[in-house]
């Protein structure tokens, strides 16, 4: 069964995988991503020198590392949860992690 938010326990959580890998992988203090919580939906954009746009979002499923994966389509201007077939998608592994690592490689830095 879906959960219907995301605890705050699991927030703090991924805001510390979040600050993690940016500090981690990123290492650039003008880059970095960042969070939006929203009912179940955690959506992950970038800050490229204070430019911010949307990269995907995850939808919880009450595990975590069972994230749901929707990237964002430039193209049409929204989540797409079908769409597979993106430089990075090899890195979805359910985990926020492997999401961040799709994102860099779907829209590198």
């Known amino acids: 069964m879906k959960a219907e938010g995301i605890p705050e ?4 959580k991924v805001k510390g995988i979040i600050e993690k890998f940016n500090q981690n992988i ?3 203090k ?26 995907f979002r995850l939808t919880y499923t009450g595990k975590m590392n069972k994230w749901d994966f929707a990237i964002f389509r430039w193209s049409i201007e929204r989540y797409d949860p079908d769409e597979w077939m993106f430089p990075g998608s090899q890195y979805l592994d359910g985990t926020v992690e492997g999401a961040m690592k799709a994102g860099l490689k779907a829209y590198p830095v």
């Not at 326990?9 to 703090?12: F, W, Y």
């Not at 939006?36 to 911010?52: P, T």
């Open 26 to 28: 990123l290492r650039k």
């Open 30 to 55: 003008d880059c970095r991503y960042q969070a939006r919580f929203k009912g179940k939906y955690l959506y992950l954009d970038r800050n490229d020198s204070g430019n911010i746009g949307p990269i």
């Open 9 to 12: 326990d699991v927030k703090a």
